[in-house]
C-alpha cells in the first residue's frame, strides 16, 4: 500500500545512511549557475588571451634570449611609424566624418514618426546582411574614373575632368565610413531614445531657439552614446583590413596591409610580432582610457573584496589608474562638446538656424544613399551581360549566375564556407548561452562582471592584432591552414555577440518560471531544457543567426589562416576582384544577400510563432484554448 511509505520508524532505530548518488549532486550545485560561464572562459583564455599574451612574448624573444631589439628596430625603420601614423589618421578622419553623418541620422530616426523611423533604421540594418567585401567592391566601382560619382560631378560642371577617388586616403576614408556607419549610429540611436523631450520643451519655454535647446539640452545628453560610437569607430578603423586593402593605393598602405604583406609575402614573422605587439599596446591603452564609453567599465560596488590578497595594491592602483583615465576622457567629451564645439555651434547657430530642416534631410538624405546605393549597384552589375566590370552595364544577363553555379573551385569554396560558419556558429551558441545565462543567474556581481568583459573583448579587439596572434598559436600545432584553424577563430569572433544578444534575451525572463519548475522536483537540466530554452528560443535563433552571418562574412582570418587548399568563399571573391574583374563576385554577392534575407526572415517568422506558453516542454499557442493544452 502507498500508505505504508509514509509510517514512522520506531524509535531507536537508526536513520538510513545517505546515498552516495547524493554527493556529487551536492558538489555541483554548490557550484551554481556561475559554474556554466567556464566553458566560455576556457574557450577565450585558450584562443584568445593566450595567443595574445604569446604575441607579446614571442615578439620580444631573439636569437639571443630576450630583448627589445625588435622595438629598437621599428623605431629606425622608417617605414613603421609613418605607416602606423597614417592608419591613426585615417581612423580620426573615419570617425569623424561618421559622426558628421550618424549624428543628425540617429536624430532625425528619433524624431520622425514610426514608419519614417523605421525605414531609416532599416538603411542601417540592411547593409550587415551583405558582405563587407562586396560592399566595398561596389564602391571601387562607383569611386572609379567613369565611375557613377565622377559621371555625376562631371555633368553637374563641379570638374573639368575625372578626380581620382579610389587607390587613395580618399576612397578609404569614404567605404570605411559606410562600413562602420552602423557602429556609430546604433549607440546614438539608443542614447537619443532615452533622452526626455520635456528637458528640451522647457528650454524651449524659457525663451531659448530651437537650434539653443538642442545644443544646451540635447546635445550634452546625448555625448555619452556619440562618445561610444565614435570610441567603437576609431578602435576598429585602426586595424580595419578589407576597405583599405581594396580601395587603398599599394605605395600608402594602412597598419593592416602591412603586416599582411611580412607575414604572407615576405614571411618576416619576427618583426610582424613586434608590429603587432605595438599595436595590441596601444589598443589596450585606448580600451582602458575609453572604457566607459565602450561599455567595459565595472561599478565600485561589483568590486568587492577587491582590498584583499596578495594583489590588492596592484589592483587598486591600476582601478585608481583606469578611473583617472576614464574621468579624464569623459571630462574631455564634454570639454569638446561644450567649449570650442558648443561655442562654434552657437555661431553656426545664429546664422542657419531657419534651414535645420534642410541640413537635417539633405544630411540624411546623404547616409540613406551611401547605405543602400553600394547595394544598388552590385544588383545592376551582377545581371550584367558584358565581359568585363562597367557600369552602367551595356545589357542584363543571368549568365555570371550560371558561371557561378558551373564553376567547380567557387561551389566548394561556398560549401566549405558554410559548413565551416555553420559549426562555428553552432559552437559560440551553445558557449555563449550558457555563459550569459550563468552571468545573469549567478549570485554576486563581480564573476558576472568580469565574465561579461572578458567575452565581450573579442568584440573590440581589431581582427588584425587576433588574426597575428593567432597565426602564431597555431602554427607549432600543425592546423594553420586547415578548416580546423579558421573555424576557431569564427567561433571566438561570433562569441561576444551571442552572449551580448542572449544575455539581454535571459535578462527579460522572469526567474519564478524556473523556480516554479525546480519546486515541483525538476533537475536544473530538466528545468533548462524545458522552461528556459523555450521562452528564449527567439533570443537564442536571433543569436545563432548573427553568428552565422558574422562568421561567413569573415575575410581577415582565411587569409592568414587558410590554405591552397582552405580557400573560404570570401577569399575566392577577393582574389576574383584584385585580378580578374569581371561582374561574377556581383552575382555571388546578390545570392549571398537574398539567402542571408531569407534566413533573417525565417527566424523572425519562426521566432514570432514560437512565442507562447510551455507546457511540460511542449509549446503551447498563445491562441490554444486551455483545454487543447498537448
Not at 560558419?421 to 548561452?433: F, Q
Not at 525538476?522 to 524545458?530: D, E, M, N, Q, W
Request: net charge positive.
Amino acid at each position: 500500500m502507498s500508505t505504508s511509505a509514509t509510517r514512522t520508524a520506531p524509535p531507536g532505530t537508526p536513520a538510513p545512511p545517505a546515498a552516495p548518488a547524493s554527493r556529487p549532486r551536492r558538489r555541483i550545485g554548490r557550484l551554481g549557475p556561475g559554474g556554466l560561464v567556464l566553458p566560455a572562459v576556457a574557450v577565450l583564455g585558450v584562443l584568445f588571451l593566450f595567443p595574445l599574451t604569446r604575441l607579446i612574448t614571442d615578439s620580444l624573444q631573439t636569437d639571443s634570449g630576450l630583448s627589445l631589439d625588435r622595438y629598437t628596430a621599428l623605431l629606425h625603420d622608417g617605414i613603421f611609424l609613418p605607416v602606423l601614423w597614417r592608419t591613426v589618421e585615417i581612423a580620426l578622419s573615419v570617425t569623424v566624418v561618421a559622426a558628421v553623418i550618424g549624428y543628425p541620422f540617429a536624430y532625425a530616426a528619433v524624431r520622425l514618426p514610426t514608419l519614417p523611423a523605421a525605414v531609416l533604421l532599416a538603411c542601417v540594418t540592411l547593409p550587415f546582411f551583405s558582405s563587407t567585401l562586396i560592399r566595398s567592391y561596389a564602391w571601387r566601382v562607383l569611386l572609379s574614373d567613369n565611375g557613377l560619382i565622377n559621371k555625376a560631378m562631371l555633368a553637374a560642371g563641379l570638374f573639368d575632368s575625372p578626380h581620382q577617388l579610389v587607390f587613395n586616403d580618399t576612397g578609404v576614408i569614404i567605404g570605411m565610413t559606410q562600413v562602420l556607419l552602423p557602429m556609430m549610429v546604433m549607440p546614438l540611436y539608443a542614447a537619443m531614445r532615452g533622452i526626455d523631450r520635456s528637458a528640451v520643451r522647457a528650454a524651449r519655454s524659457m525663451g531659448a531657439s530651437p537650434f539653443t535647446a538642442w545644443r544646451t539640452v540635447f546635445l550634452p545628453l546625448s555625448v555619452r552614446g556619440l562618445a561610444a560610437g565614435a570610441s567603437l569607430v576609431f578602435i576598429t578603423s585602426l586595424g580595419y583590413y578589407t576597405t583599405p586593402a581594396l580601395l587603398g593605393g599599394a605605395s600608402t598602405p594602412m597598419i593592416a596591409q602591412r603586416i599582411d604583406a611580412q607575414i604572407n609575402t615576405q614571411q618576416q614573422y619576427g618583426p610582424t610580432a613586434a608590429e603587432a605587439a605595438v599595436l595590441l599596446v596601444l589598443v589596450l591603452i585606448l580600451m582602458a582610457f575609453l572604457r566607459r564609453p565602450l561599455g567595459l567599465s565595472l561599478d565600485r560596488t561589483r568590486d568587492r573584496g577587491a582590498g584583499r590578497g596578495w594583489f590588492a595594491g596592484p589592483r587598486r592602483a591600476w582601478r585608481r589608474a583606469a578611473d583617472g583615465l576614464s574621468g579624464a576622457a569623459d571630462h574631455a567629451v564634454r570639454e569638446f562638446a561644450g567649449g570650442a564645439v558648443g561655442r562654434a555651434a552657437r555661431r553656426v547657430g545664429d546664422i542657419c538656424s531657419t534651414l535645420r530642416y534642410v541640413i537635417l534631410g539633405a544630411v540624411t538624405a546623404v547616409a540613406v544613399a551611401g547605405l543602400v546605393g553600394p547595394l544598388v549597384v552590385i544588383c545592376m552589375l551582377a545581371f550584367s551581360k558584358a565581359d568585363f566590370l562597367t557600369f552602367p552595364p551595356p545589357g542584363y544577363s543571368t549568365r555570371w549566375f550560371s558561371d557561378y553555379f558551373q564553376d567547380a573551385d567557387w561551389t566548394q569554396s561556398t560549401v566549405l564556407s558554410l559548413w565551416v560558419s555553420l559549426a562555428a556558429a553552432l559552437v559560440a551558441t551553445v558557449v555563449g548561452t550558457l555563459a550569459a545565462y550563468g552571468i545573469v543567474r549567478a549570485r554576486g556581481r563581480r564573476l558576472p562582471a568580469l565574465t561579461y568583459l572578458l567575452t565581450v573583448s573579442p568584440m573590440v579587439m581589431p581582427q588584425i592584432i587576433y588574426a597575428v596572434a593567432l597565426f602564431f598559436f597555431l602554427v607549432p600545432l600543425g592546423v594553420l591552414g586547415t578548416p580546423t584553424a579558421i573555424l576557431l577563430a569564427d567561433t571566438v569572433l561570433a562569441l561576444p555577440y551571442v552572449v551580448v544578444v542572449t544575455t539581454a534575451v535571459l535578462r527579460g525572463l522572469d526567474p519564478l518560471h524556473e523556480k516554479a519548475a525546480a519546486s515541483l522536483g525538476a533537475s536544473p537540466l530538466r528545468v533548462g531544457r524545458t522552461v528556459i530554452a523555450p521562452l528564449a528560443a527567439p533570443g537564442i535563433l536571433a543569436a545563432l543567426l548573427f553568428a552565422f552571418i558574422l562568421a561567413f562574412d569573415d575575410l581577415l582570418m582565411g587569409v592568414f589562416l587558410g590554405g591552397p587548399h582552405t580557400v573560404t568563399l570570401q577569399v575566392r571573391m577577393y582574389q576574383n576582384i584584385l585580378f580578374e574583374i569581371s561582374p561574377k563576385v556581383a552575382a555571388v554577392g546578390v545570392l549571398l544577400t537574398t539567402g542571408v534575407l531569407l534566413l533573417a526572415g525565417f527566424t523572425f517568422l519562426l521566432s514570432r510563432r514560437g512565442r507562447g506558453t510551455f507546457a511540460g516542454g511542449h509549446l503551447v499557442p498563445e491562441t490554444a484554448p486551455p483545454g487543447d493544452t498537448p
